[in-house]
């Protein structure tokens, strides 16, 4: 075979190859490229089914908060809000702005709320829980005025927020408008509402290795007693330690004060005491003639032999601050007496066992009477006289119309 014809017949295989080729290759690209625009045509189209997602912005984000550290919660309000004078010492915050007629927020706290007390005069009430507070939502009508009001029970007492809105009708014809209006103006100020540091704010009422002190009949030295003339009891709380397995309280007395508050208690006073177990307490009105109530803490160690020192210590508030004031000590076989003329705080008569050579458990002795007068910020300790017959189970006003004059000073 002619080398020429030969070669002219491989170009003419290469070409039908090439040619082959180009269209096969092209075919499997453009079915490629094809694919290529559908998968994209696709994916477009999921894209545009999924959500478009924004950061939301936050329109509370430049308001003002107020925050009471007293009832523990802060709440924000827009900053084109006035503050208003006010006469009340409930009221807590009482702004307001102009908005197609005029916009009211006021914040309060009601002592002893009773949501019964106000049923008949406004419609439905609504039952909520804030923050794990029971609370409770109504509107109503008054005139020109519409208003919904949230109360949040704290305890006993409840923190009123309540929106007002005073229209004279012209923008809004029905009251329902009105309230759909203020409904949606006061749901977003009520959403930024919360109880700040709950968990912080209420305190534990039992500790560790103490209990409450119980009288013989078993009742707990508990007490509701207005000790800083706020018109609201505080309650006062005395503990001791629990006996060991011998039967001994070895650490000593704890005295203190909550706010009077079943759900959520704040400690407001503690007091360790130095004896460790306790005689009797009682309340003592107007003690110091201060205007200010007392409560006397008779407590005592353990002591070996014939009965132990007494101590009486007076839990009251002065100078803005609950104190202990520590009265005077006096033998367990002794008696005492509050004989002050204004304020019976002011004088404590004292009348101890006087042992002479006659040391004897449960007999009859002399008693040797010792005066203690407050100068306002301490007992100023008289020695008085001593009886001249001898007593046991006298009261020391027995003793007293007895012989008068032993209460002189020596
Ligand atoms: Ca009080």
Not at 38 to 52: F, Q
Not at 109 to 137: A, F, P, Q, R
Request: glycine share 10%; proline share 3%; aromatic share 12%.
């Amino acid at each position: 075979m002619p080398f020429i014809t030969q070669g002219k017949t491989n170009l003419i295989y290469i070409l039908i190859v090439v040619v082959l080729a180009v269209i096969v290759g092209g075919g499997i690209l453009g079915y490629y490229y094809s694919w290529i625009k559908d998968l994209e045509a696709k994916l477009a189209e999921i894209e545009t089914r999924l959500p478009v997602v924004e950061t939301p912005i936050d329109e509370t984000a430049n308001w003002e908060t107020y925050k009471n550290e007293e009832y523990g919660f802060e709440i924000k309000y827009p900053p084109d809000f006035i503050e208003q004078k006010t006469e009340s010492a409930n009221v807590l915050l009482n702004i307001t702005k102009e908005d197609r007629g005029s916009l009211y927020i006021t914040i309060r706290v009601i002592k002893n709320y009773d949501i019964n007390d106000i049923l008949s005069s406004v419609g439905e009430v609504k039952e909520i829980n804030v923050g794990d507070h029971l609370g409770y939502e109504y509107f109503y009508v008054e005139g020109i005025g519409t208003s919904r009001v949230r109360s949040i029970q704290l305890g006993q007492n409840a923190l009123i927020i309540e929106f007002d809105y005073i229209g004279d009708g012209q923008i809004f014809v029905t009251a329902n408008d009105k309230k759909v209006y203020l409904q949606a103006f006061s749901n977003q100020i009520l959403s930024t509402f919360r109880f700040i540091d709950a968990v912080g704010q209420c305190s534990p009422i039992d500790f560790l290795g103490y209990e409450l002190v119980k009288d013989a009949t078993g009742t707990e030295y508990e007490f509701e007693v207005d000790l800083n003339n706020d018109e609201e009891n505080e309650i006062v709380r005395i503990y001791n330690t629990i006996s060991n397995d011998f039967g001994e309280r070895i650490g000593p007395n704890m005295i203190k004060i909550f706010t009077e508050d079943a759900d959520c208690p704040k400690e407001i006073f503690s007091y360790t005491g130095e004896g460790n177990f306790v005689w009797g307490t009682q309340i003592l009105n107007n003690f110091f003639g201060d205007g200010y109530n007392a409560v006397l803490i008779k407590d005592t160690s353990y002591a070996m032999g014939c009965g132990g020192t007494i101590h009486l210590l007076l839990l009251t508030y002065k100078d803005g601050k609950y104190v202990t004031i520590n009265g005077p000590d006096y033998g367990s076989f002794g008696l005492y007496k509050f004989d002050g003329a204004k304020g019976t705080g002011n004088k404590i008569i004292i009348a101890e066992t006087k042992w002479e050579n006659d040391y004897c458990c449960g007999c009859e002795h002399k008693l040797q009477f010792i005066i203690y007068t407050w100068d306002g910020r301490k007992y100023i300790k008289t020695e008085a006289g001593i009886t001249e017959n001898k007593y046991l189970d006298e009261s020391i006003e027995e003793v007293l119309k007895k012989e008068p004059s032993v209460i002189d000073p020596k």
